[in-house]
């Protein structure tokens, strides 16, 4: 409290305040790339609805998926979609720290434990799949 | 004590977030990789039939697409509130009953297959 009684308060921004500084807008990107996984899901539960409705229906829908509003509706997808998935190995050490008696495992073997398991989970998703 | 469902929705959130960090890229590349001339074998309908007819593709799918659409909720209620929309209540029962809807939409089309 200040000398006269009146407690200071600083002005934030109630809209953009994470405009602010870097650390903010960061933290306010990760955030918004549920918007896009969202946005997955729901193609996800439309491509089975066509799945449901028969052949012709898959395909038309495949067709259109590939076209190129889908497909740059999916490359903006798949670049937040990377981006959550880089944030939340990211932060992986803090999350769930290892303790191996007195030492705690460095944060860097935990995330890239984290990044290797996905590119492993790519792979074999992509190759399951049939892609290769 | 207090009882509180926030263990239930945050851990739908975590386990959501988990299984889409280390999935949903490549399921974006799996439609993606014919615009390339790649077709996934699993793309085909009689080979994509086969599989969600199957219990298991089924589970695997409603699994998927479950934790998927819980985590984009709960994210989506703190990321408003962060935006400056500060109805939370109407907030969480707008996005809760989203994913709740989508959840039953897909358990609908999964039986449907």
């Known amino acids: 409290m200040s000398a006269n009684g009146k407690p200071y308060v600083r002005e934030v921004s109630r809209y953009g305040w994470f405009l602010r500084n870097p650390r903010y807008r960061r933290y306010m990107a990760r955030e918004v790339t549920c918007v896009f996984i969202g946005l997955h899901a729901l193609i996800l539960l439309v491509a089975l609805k066509r799945l449901s409705e028969g052949r012709e229906a898959w395909e038309a829908f495949l067709h259109n998926l590939t076209g190129p509003a889908g497909v740059v509706l999916q490359l903006v997808i798949l670049a937040f979609a990377v981006y959550h998935s880089m944030s939340w190995f990211n932060v992986t050490p803090k ?8 030492q705690f495992l460095p944060g860097a073997v935990i995330v890239g434990a984290h990044y290797a398991a996905w590119l492993i989970a790519t792979v074999a998703v992509l190759f399951l799949a049939g892609a290769f | 004590m207090a009882k ?33 001339g790649v ?11 086969a ?4 219990w298991f593709g089924k589970l695997v799918l409603f699994g998927i697409l479950f934790l998927m659409m819980w985590h984009a909720a709960h994210r989506l209620r703190v990321t408003l509130h962060d935006f400056g929309v500060r109805a939370d209540g109407v907030v969480a029962v707008a996005v809760y009953l989203a994913a709740a809807a989508g959840t039953l939409a897909a358990v609908y089309f999964l039986l449907r297959i």
């Open chain 2, 51 to 54: 599989f969600a007819g199957h």
């Open chain 2, 4 to 36: 509180s469902n926030k263990p239930i929705i945050w851990g739908l959130f975590a386990a959501g977030g988990t299984v889409t960090a280390f999935l949903t890229p490549a399921l974006v590349l799996l439609t993606l990789l014919p615009v390339f």
């Open chain 1, 95 to 102: 999350a769930m720290p290892v303790q191996i008696g007195e």
């Open chain 2, 39 to 49: 077709m996934p074998e699993l793309l085909a309908y009689d080979n994509l039939q």
